[in-house]
């Protein structure tokens, strides 16, 4: 079975600051998908970036960017210039290529962000 | 907004009871999927629809049951409930039956049993 580990149950960074947030995961599988999911206070949860495994370049959405390093199984999300509206807990989720009906979510990491 | 509703928003109720949480998907989506988020167990898989078919199971009580009607909406129908089934429920929707495409999620159902 595939598991998500996020080592970081907590983070801070100060306004206009960059973060990077860990998280690794274990799989068999050679095709994937990764994303990371942003939940703020409004407990909505809002995708912020997705991740093909076949595809060697790193995804990037605007100020959110990832490190994925599939020997490692690892997939890093880096928020560069980061915003007071960033300050959520962030989940890490794996779904296989193969059976991708679930997502399989790490404990997620709660992001604070300092003005 | 993802385009996911549900309904209701918040939810109270004691032990034993049964309710009843409700999900609209997104316009075009036929999948629908229901999670569920405690404290203890974290987000956790419970079952898939597809056009009105369950196409996957994941670690759902036998108290609990989900079905998808011709219109596609889905409810997720909980009894016998107990304190440890507070939580708060997602509902997401996507496209593909397989997985292939992202998964929206609607802004959730906060259960709580007393």
């Known amino acids: 079975a595939q598991t998500v580990t996020q080592s970081q149950p907590e983070m801070s960074v100060q306004e206009a600051e960059t973060v990077t947030l860990s998280c690794t995961y274990d799989?068999?599988?050679?095709?994937?998908?990764l994303f990371w999911y942003k939940q703020p206070p409004s407990r909505q949860m809002i995708l912020v970036i997705r991740?093909?495994?076949?595809?060697?370049q790193n995804a990037t959405e605007n100020r959110f960017s990832v490190n994925f390093q599939k020997a490692a199984k690892s997939f890093s999300l880096k928020i560069s210039d980061s915003q007071l509206g960033d300050a959520a807990m962030y989940f890490c989720a794996y779904r296989s290529a193969e059976y991708g009906n679930k997502l399989v979510f790490g404990a997620g990491t709660i992001l604070r962000v300092k003005s | 907004d993802s385009g996911v509703t549900q309904t209701p928003k918040h939810l109270i109720t004691a032990t034993g009871q049964r309710v009843t949480l409700r999900c609209s998907p997104r316009?075009?989506?036929?999948?629908v999927y229901w999670y569920q988020q405690s404290l203890d167990q974290g987000l956790q898989f419970l079952i898939q629809?597809?056009?009105?078919?369950?196409?996957a199971k994941g670690n759902i009580l036998e108290r609990f049951s989900a079905q998808q009607f011709p219109d596609l909406h889905s409810e997720l129908n909980l009894s016998s409930l107990e304190l440890g089934d507070s939580a708060l429920y997602f509902c997401?929707?996507?496209?593909?039956?397989?997985?292939?495409?992202?998964?929206?999620f609607g802004p959730g159902t906060r259960l709580t049993v007393l």
């Open positions: 997401a929707s996507s496209v593909s039956p397989t997985g292939q495409d992202t998964q929206y």
């Open positions: 629809y597809y056009n009105g078919e369950e196409r």
């Open positions: 799989t068999s599988e050679s095709d994937y998908y």
């Open positions: 991740q093909e495994a076949y595809k060697q």
């Open positions: 316009s075009g989506d036929l999948s």
